[in-house]
């Protein structure tokens, strides 16, 4: 098998031309034995026609290995079959797989058939399949699947009015750290006759029910979180079998087909996903298999499914969540491209949420990438003008691409590239022009900066100059720093997960008065004063921060109370 390997990466950079006139050939006219030794021939061959081969050079391949399923060697026969679905396969070579799998009697091979006919299987192979109970039930389910997909396509119905399920609960997921915006969404939706009740906040969860029948539309008016899973229920095993068939139970539950129905046009199909625990491809195959035996009307499909079933787990065991899956979000339609490094953008819709409105905002975005800071700020409402800057012209053009999809009335948006640091340079930036600057900065991780600390403190002096008092600074800190001009005083600090890494969602007010003059540019922040545990390790100083959050001046609660 190492020597397999070994032969096929080496073969894999060879061209069309030396695979077929040197590689192929070379096989042709080998010994039996020969051919064994070099069969990794045949699996580059699938994979360097699929990428950069010609139709004609395609056709010649597929009679090729359509001649290898008659090989006397099982080994070579499953290494055809493997490749075939790469190049595509027809109707044709469907039949020779179907004759193969009526006469082999190598429950190996029979396994390798089921694997190439998931990929091209269609009618014929749901007829052979489906006439012998048991023979090759994941194909069975893939091949009704592939089918369905394309002779009844699948939507979410949006509109579709859901009865009131008092038992529901529904998970408002988002990025551990901003459950708190999440929730402060909610509740003021529900202040409005929002459908919902909230049930408990948790780490990266907001919990809810329904007090009414209620639409997807009505969830997706909320803009901070992530996803949204309907809890199916929560499986707690004594072993592998018992979890198998409480999974695939909580899968074909009447709750799931009540939901599913109701907000499904055309098939309904599902993909399986165990959060964060990688592929887990046999845990998946069984848990499929057995919802498939259950109740053959919901699909498993990995390709194009629009709902997931996530398994998460809990303290409590396994909690099966049924997600609809958008491409794209619907309350991202004006999302027409991005750059790398983008914000998440439920994380700019919390962003500009906490920045909260004081009468006609002029929002400055001085990382703008995309624009997603400023289209979010601007969707609240309140906005007079916006501005944009950004060191790449694509992301210029991109961003104003997608302020222009937005369709934001009224609003206008300058957008300039250049470097934040000479934004006096633009007409509307000069010191005491704007009232809120917002923006997800480059935080080191995707994006090189050859100087962080640097680019952070000409942050905090180009802010502390461009804000009017009463203004606002909302941005994402991943460093340990605080203004060194005092006029910029701290509102707001949450430890937030930002994909793998922890930041500071900040807020920093300006202050009136003296301790508001303007600084000049090159003035230097300084690093944030030690906690009252200092000593401890990071994760500890993480737990603080944190704890900051929750101690907030209460003119920051937006007439709340956040306790």
Not at 123 to 141: I, K, N, R
Not at 379 to 393: A, E, M, R, W, Y
Request: net charge positive; hydrophobic share 40%; with cysteine.
């Amino acid at each position: 098998m190492k020597a397999d390997k070994e032969l096929y990466r080496e073969l894999r950079g060879l061209t069309c031309d030396q695979l077929w006139n040197d590689e192929v050939a070379r096989f042709n006219r080998a010994t039996p034995k020969e051919r064994m030794d070099r069969v990794a021939v045949i699996r580059a061959v699938g994979v360097v026609f699929a990428g950069r081969g010609t139709a004609e050079q395609r056709i010649a391949v597929r009679a090729w290995l359509r001649g290898l399923l008659q090989d006397p060697a099982e080994k070579i026969r499953r290494y055809a079959m493997a490749a075939l679905p790469k190049i595509g396969a027809g109707e044709g070579e469907e039949k020779e797989l179907l004759s193969l799998l009526q006469t082999t009697t190598v429950e190996r091979e029979k396994k390798f058939l089921g694997r190439a006919l998931d990929k091209i299987g269609g009618a014929a192979t749901l007829d052979v399949v489906a006439s012998v109970p048991g023979l090759l039930p994941q194909t069975e389910q893939k091949v009704r699947a592939s089918l369905a997909r394309k002779e009844q396509p699948s939507a979410i119905r949006m509109d579709q009015v859901f009865p009131c399920v008092p038992e529901l609960r529904i998970h408002l997921r988002c990025r551990r750290g901003l459950e708190g915006i999440v929730r402060d969404e909610l509740q003021d939706y529900i202040a409005k006759r929002g459908p919902f009740r909230l049930l408990e906040v948790q780490p990266g969860v907001v919990a809810v029910a329904p007090i009414a029948p209620f639409s997807l539309t009505q969830i997706y008016v909320l803009r901070c979180f992530a996803t949204v899973g309907f809890v199916l229920g929560t499986v707690r095993p004594a072993g592998d079998a018992e979890a198998v068939e409480g999974l695939a139970a909580a899968l074909t539950s009447p709750l799931s087909r009540q939901l599913l129905t109701a907000f499904t046009e055309g098939s309904i199909r599902y993909r399986l996903d165990f959060i964060g625990k990688g592929h887990q491809r046999g845990a998946v195959r069984d848990v499929v298999n057995r919802a498939y035996a259950l109740c053959p009307e919901i699909l498993n499909d990995a390709r194009s499914a629009p709902w997931a079933m996530d398994v998460y787990e809990t303290g409590s065991g396994q909690a099966v969540e049924l997600r609809p899956k958008f491409a794209p979000d619907p309350r991202l339609g004006y999302r027409l491209d991005d750059v790398d490094a983008a914000s998440h953008p439920p994380l700019a819709a919390c962003m500009a949420r906490l920045a909260g409105r004081k009468g006609a905002e002029l929002v400055w975005d001085p990382f703008c990438g995309s624009g997603l800071e400023l289209i979010e700020s601007a969707l609240l409402g309140g906005v007079k003008q916006l501005f944009g800057t950004d060191i790449s012209p694509e992301a210029i053009a991109i961003a104003q691409a997608n302020v222009a999809a937005a369709q934001l009335k009224d609003v206008p948006a300058k957008l300039v590239c250049c470097d934040f640091r000479r934004h006096a340079q633009i007409d509307g930036l000069g010191p005491a022009s704007v009232t809120l600057v917002i923006t997800n900065p480059p935080l080191g991780r995707r994006v090189r900066v050859p100087d962080m600390r640097g680019l952070f403190a000409d942050l905090f002096s180009v802010a502390a100059n461009v804000l009017k008092p009463g203004g606002r600074l909302v941005f994402a800190n991943p460093l340990k720093l605080e203004p060194s001009d005092p006029s910029l005083k701290l509102q707001y600090r949450e430890v937030i997960d930002l994909g793998g890494f922890d930041c500071r969602l900040e807020m920093y007010e300006k202050l009136a008065g003296p301790a508001a003059r303007p600084m000049p540019p090159a003035a230097r922040a300084t690093t944030v004063k030690r906690s009252p545990e200092a000593g401890r390790d990071d994760r500890d100083k993480a737990r603080w921060f944190s704890g900051m959050s929750r101690t907030r001046p209460p003119a920051q609660r937006h007439g709340r109370d956040r306790a």
